[in-house]
């Protein structure tokens, strides 16, 4: 209870900072002033304090107190909306994001391009023992290979989990994957043929094309906003035109946009895909991983049909490298099957005793809450530092959950000229460009508050804001 009053604390101050009636700068009443007036202990007010100071809507002066450092309203603008395409576009990934990624192991490395939580926000110590436990009890100490449909305990408790976005699963739905891009291979294989086209947010995660190349597809870019997600009016008018076989699209805080489809928009793309019998592969991976008070629903929640093919895995949400994933293909279920017995046999057998032991023992949900909870902080400091170190025209989204944010800057800045410039500095950002087949986002780029908040970040994301200063002044002399 002392937790959920401190939080409820914390959020009356961050409303009053929203609405100005606290003003940047102003000094806000003691911690024992606070505490006489809200009724509550000396360590409850100061937790509130501390959990505002960590979303760095305030700051501590020594020998003075608390005051206001930072309000929501001072944001900036949100990105534009792309134009609509007027052709499909056959798939040739640039060497581009070859280049960008190519370093992404490297540790020296400032890595704002890379969209993964790191190891100090997992729970590595817990899945150790999860680790142990399935070795232990697992028949050959689980050297043999595991069904083809996936680990039973697994299943059942994604099933279980399926509650929290309105599901109603049973194990025997649930197809087990090696991570989510095994998933979405499957299922976008199980659903087109080299040549048909298929349907892309724009922009889009730079995987989906090249595994929509890998596949041999077309690809349509759908305009999308970055708040609610796709166009769906422009969707409805492109299928019969462009004779879209399926679309693969990320409902919940779309990567690199995120955003979030409401629910009344999922259930017309679910209505549209069923009206024209076409499959909607959903990705979910960064569903848990909101940042509001419930659990977004998915498309699959609305499908009666069996044509939504649900996509996820824990590679985002607690580790990347068991490379657990899963799908809940529908009435394509027996054809996934077909397909996993002829590309992989089985998925490994330990790490998704592991997952399910973990699972089964509650801890994840509590390390969700703990990671929501750090993810949300990050956001809204780095999201605060590119205010304060970018310029001003500067567009940012302001994503519900996930892992990431898009930029928008001024359009004489070439952001592959920016990562090029930042890598010389040891820091990595994704410039726009690999998130499109168009000639479009050149002056986009994405970044990752995935790291948890440092010195060493700031001081990163101030370097990238002066080097866009610098491009801008550049270009301006230029002319």
């Known amino acids: ?253 779309n990567n690199p946009l995120g955003s979030l489809m409401p629910d009344e928009n999922k259930r017309e793309l679910v209505r549209i895909i069923n009206k024209y019998d076409i499959a909607l592969i959903e990705d979910d991976i960064y569903g848990d991983l909101y940042f509001g008070k419930q659990r977004p629903t998915t498309c699959k929640t609305y499908d009666t049909r069996g044509n939504v093919l649900l996509c996820n895995s824990f590679s985002k949400s607690l580790a990347p490298g068991y490379r657990v994933g899963w799908t809940v293909p529908g009435r394509f279920k027996e054809k996934v099957l077909r397909l996993k017995l002829n590309h992989s046999i089985s998925s490994a057998t330990l790490p998704q005793a592991a997952v399910a032991h973990f699972l089964e023992n509650g801890r994840y949900e509590h390390h969700l809450r703990k990671m929501r909870k750090a993810l949300h902080m990050q956001c809204l400091r780095y999201t605060q530092a590119i205010t304060e170190y970018f310029p001003e025209d500067t567009c940012v989204t302001r994503p519900q959950g996930g892992f990431v944010l898009w930029l928008e800057l001024n359009p004489r800045v070439n952001t592959f000229e920016l990562y090029e410039l930042a890598l010389k500095r040891k820091i990595s950002i994704a410039p726009g460009r690999i998130f499109t087949l168009q000639e479009r986002y050149a002056n986009c780029l994405r970044i990752s508050y995935a790291m948890p908040w440092s010195k060493k970040i700031d001081d990163g994301l101030k370097t990238v804001g002066k080097l866009v200063t610098s491009m801008l002044k550049e270009a301006e002399g230029a002319n």
């Not at 110590?125 to 039973?152: C, D, F, V, W």
């Not at 995660?205 to 595994?211: R, S």
């Not at 769906?232 to 462009?242: G, M, N, S, T």
Request: proline residues 7%; aromatic residues 8%.
């Open 1 to 253: 209870m002392a937790d959920h009053l401190y939080q409820q604390v914390a959020d009356r101050i961050e409303q009053l900072i929203e609405k100005e009636v606290i003003k940047i700068g102003d000094k806000l009443p003691s911690v024992r002033t606070l505490s006489k007036e809200q009724g509550i202990s000396l360590s409850t007010a100061f937790q509130a304090y501390y959990h505002l100071e960590r979303k760095g809507l305030i700051e501590p002066r020594p020998k003075s107190g608390y005051y206001a450092r930072f309000s929501p309203r001072k944001l900036p603008d949100m990105p534009k909306i792309c134009a609509p395409v007027k052709k499909v576009a056959d798939v040739s990934v640039s060497e581009m994001i070859t280049q960008v990624f190519y370093d992404m192991p490297d540790d020296r490395i400032l890595r704002f391009s890379l969209a993964a939580p790191p190891d100090s926000i997992l729970p590595g110590a817990r899945l150790s023992k999860a680790m142990i436990h399935a070795i232990r009890t697992l028949p050959a100490a689980g050297l043999n290979y595991e069904s083809l449909q996936g680990n039973i305990d697994l299943r059942r408790q994604i099933a279980r989990t399926s509650i929290h976005w309105g599901g109603t699963l049973s194990e025997d739905d649930v197809v087990t994957t090696t991570g989510c891009m095994d998933a979405l291979t499957l299922c976008l294989s199980a659903v087109t043929s080299p040549g048909d086209v298929i349907a892309l947010e724009s922009p889009a995660y730079c995987g989906a094309f090249q595994l929509a190349e890998s596949l041999g597809l077309k690809v349509l870019e759908v305009p999308t906003n970055p708040v609610c997600g796709v166009d769906l009016k422009y969707l409805e008018q492109a299928i019969p035109r462009f004779k879209i076989k399926a679309c693969l699209f990320v409902t919940n805080f």
